[in-house]
């Protein structure tokens, strides 16, 4: 099977040999791919041109209508995108929930906040600024949607989710989207973009797929042009120095590494709800998709006093988890993608055992349940214990993209700070306790450095989102090595597809737009 692209209305199978599509279970080929014969540049034109202009003629209301039609369909088709989520990703049921209905759950709340929009096109912002003594000259600020494109580069740890977290946003906007997932995962989301475009809900060039190498994509990038990448920092960092990136001033938004923190307050020692709860939420994290989340848990940083107890913890409910084939109802961690993924996280590991002590797994020829060592690509679920926070390195900068953690032992506060603060730049810490005091005293000395921090005390108990859960309504990014962008956040996701302009003249002129326009006070609520 050969994923075709869908480019200037139509699709496209790339030449050459392509790349293959992998289980990472079994090791069999399922599909190859190739972006090879593949016009990128008329692929951008056509989308800017046909579904941009298409797009902008509807109003927001309008296009979150479209929205709900697309989340309809995508929930029609649920159960095929498990089953590719199986095949490609060697998805658990959870971890295919966790992306496939994240996914549809996202669309669904975007068509939902985007009806509370009215019937105009463009965005009013504050109010109107007197700019003479008689008030016959006036300016009023406007927020418009972007005449590019909306190109996605997505990582491969969420195919479903990826496509529309980003594209539910851009499409609200009136920005059509170009999508060149990931390689490795590619199927799934080639599988949603194929029954979007067979329903015919979006008018033509609305949305595109890359299927294969980015290739030359970003030579052709224009103006008007919105590129957002969720990736590896090194790859974020040649996005953003690109020569035609930079000469055309593109804007860029970027999620990358990220070695995010969960934090034991000394108050919730062992026999506590806290402390049960503390653990379950590490080993969750190592479990769903296989701890591949940019968002997971990589340090656990815990008090001294409790890090032997808190271990031992973790690492007895580490050792009732089933690890191997997903097929087996039994399993409850999954595979790694591929063996790339696997080679690359037990070199991390490797680095990691050079200045921690492993207290379960690390077991790198481990027998995974009904699968073959040699050609699957399995990852034995690793928890690691740092006794010196401050002077360790690997620990603070590599991030083992898979299911392992690090306990990290923290003497005091200020001593908890300035390890949380190593991180250089989070998507998200968590904290444990009922110290209203201490957990006010870490917010304020790691905000800054997290896009998101998430508190759980003995009132809210198990009805926390989830230290790695990504909800529509609340900011998803981080700033310095997170990447320093900012996805999602309810309405406020839109601010990146439009551009923020001043009217001055006379109050009528103005007056004339403003009956084209709502309130964009609403992103910000």
Not at 345 to 363: P, Q, T, Y
Not at 415 to 434: C, E, Q
Not at 488 to 517: D, K, M, N, W
Request: hydrophobic share 40%; net charge neutral; glycine share 10%.
């Amino acid at each position: 099977m050969n994923l075709p692209s869908f480019v200037t209305g139509q699709w496209k199978v790339g030449t050459g040999p392509g790349e293959p599509l992998i289980d990472p279970v079994t090791g069999e080929e399922l599909a190859h791919i190739s972006s090879q014969g593949v016009d990128v540049h008329a692929a951008l034109e056509f989308a800017r041109t046909e579904g941009g202009t298409s797009l902008r003629k509807l109003s927001y209301r309008e296009r979150a209508d479209l929205l709900a039609r697309i989340a309809d369909v995508l929930a029609a088709n649920r159960d095929e995108y498990f089953r590719v989520s199986l095949l490609n990703s060697g998805a658990t049921q959870a971890d295919a929930s966790f992306d496939v209905d994240g996914a549809i759950y996202t669309m669904k709340y975007y068509a939902k906040i985007g009806r509370t929009l009215t019937e105009g096109k463009i965005l009013k912002e504050g109010a109107l600024i007197p700019l003479s003594k008689t008030n016959v000259f006036a300016a009023q600020h406007f927020l418009v949607p972007a005449k590019g494109a909306a190109i996605f580069i997505n990582a491969f740890n969420f195919p479903a989710w990826g496509l529309c977290e980003k594209g539910a946003p851009a499409l609200l906007s009136g920005v059509p989207i170009v999508v060149k997932p990931a390689s490795s995962t590619a199927w799934l989301t080639h599988r949603m973009v194929e029954d979007i475009v067979k329903a015919g809900i979006l008018p033509p060039g609305a949305i595109s797929i890359i299927c294969g190498s980015a290739r030359d994509l970003l030579d052709h990038v224009r103006e008007g042009d919105i590129v957002s990448f969720t990736g590896s920092a090194d790859t974020a960092t040649r996005i953003r120095s690109h020569a035609s990136v930079l000469r055309r001033s593109v804007r860029i938004n970027v999620e990358a590494d990220s070695l995010n923190s969960a934090i034991l307050g000394p108050d919730a020692g062992p026999g506590t709800d806290l402390f049960d709860l503390f653990a379950k939420e590490v080993v969750r994290e190592m479990m769903i998709k296989a701890g591949q989340k940019c968002t997971a848990i990589r340090r656990v940083l815990v008090p001294r006093q409790l890090a032997k107890a808190l271990g031992d913890a973790i690492s007895e409910r580490l050792s009732a988890l089933k690890v191997g084939n997903p097929r087996n109802a039994e399993v409850k961690v999954g595979p790694v993608v591929n063996k790339a993924q696997q080679s690359s996280c037990l070199e991390g590991l490797r680095h990691l055992k050079e200045e921690c002590a492993v207290l379960f797994g690390g077991d790198e020829r481990f027998q995974p349940l009904d699968a073959d060592l040699r050609n699957s690509a399995f990852v034995q679920p690793t928890l690691l214990s740092c006794r010196d926070g401050i002077s360790a390195k690997f620990v603070h900068d590599v991030e083992v993209f898979g299911p392992a953690a690090t306990l990290v032992a923290y003497d005091g506060l200020e001593n908890l700070v300035a390890i949380a603060r190593r991180g250089l730049g989070s998507l998200v810490g968590s904290i444990f306790s009922n110290d209203a005091a201490f957990t006010q005293n870490v917010i304020l000395g790691i905000g800054d450095m997290h896009g998101r921090v998430m508190v759980v005390n003995s009132t809210v108990g198990t009805q926390a989102t989830g230290h790695g859960n990504v909800v529509p309504s609340c900011l998803h990014g981080g700033p310095g090595r997170a990447g320093g962008g900012e996805e999602l956040a309810g309405l406020r996701a839109l601010s990146l597809y439009h551009r923020r302009f001043v009217v001055q003249g006379p109050p009528s002129c103005i007056t004339g737009l403003e009956g084209l326009s709502t309130d964009a006070a609403l992103l910000y609520l």
